[in-house]
């Protein structure tokens, strides 16, 4: 019985070991010589003058959810356009709602004017 389950706990280990070979190779073999222009922040060639915590503006979030948005669409595209003739109408028009559904969402986007950069 438990004989089944090996290759999952084989798998696990093969992953760990790829996972923390090389974290664990690079502290034993790297050379540790930190230094004050090694540990200061660098950023775009110039000494940072802001909090790293600074305020972003809501648009780079509006925009990345909307990328997931559209990326998660076209992800459900790809499947849908392989099996399109196995699933037939009741595929197609399940996909087709699913499309304008989408589509009342963009427009109701660039109505808003999110889509807009100022």
Request: net charge negative; proline share 5%.
């Amino acid at each position: 019985m438990l004989e089944n389950y090996f290759p999952i706990l084989l798998f696990i280990l093969v992953g760990l070991a790829v996972g923390f070979g090389p974290i664990l190779m690079g502290w034993l073999v790297a050379p540790n010589r930190p230094d004050s222009e090694k540990l200061s922040p660098y950023e775009c060639g110039f000494e940072a003058f802001e909090d790293a915590r600074m305020k972003f503006d809501v648009r780079y979030y509006l925009v990345a959810i909307l990328f997931i948005l559209f990326d998660l669409e076209i992800a459900f595209l790809f499947p849908w356009a392989v099996v399109l003739k196995d699933i037939g109408l009741f595929g197609f028009l399940s996909m087709v709602v699913f499309l304008a559904i989408l589509v009342v969402g963009f427009a109701y986007e660039w109505i808003k004017g999110a889509l807009e950069w100022e």
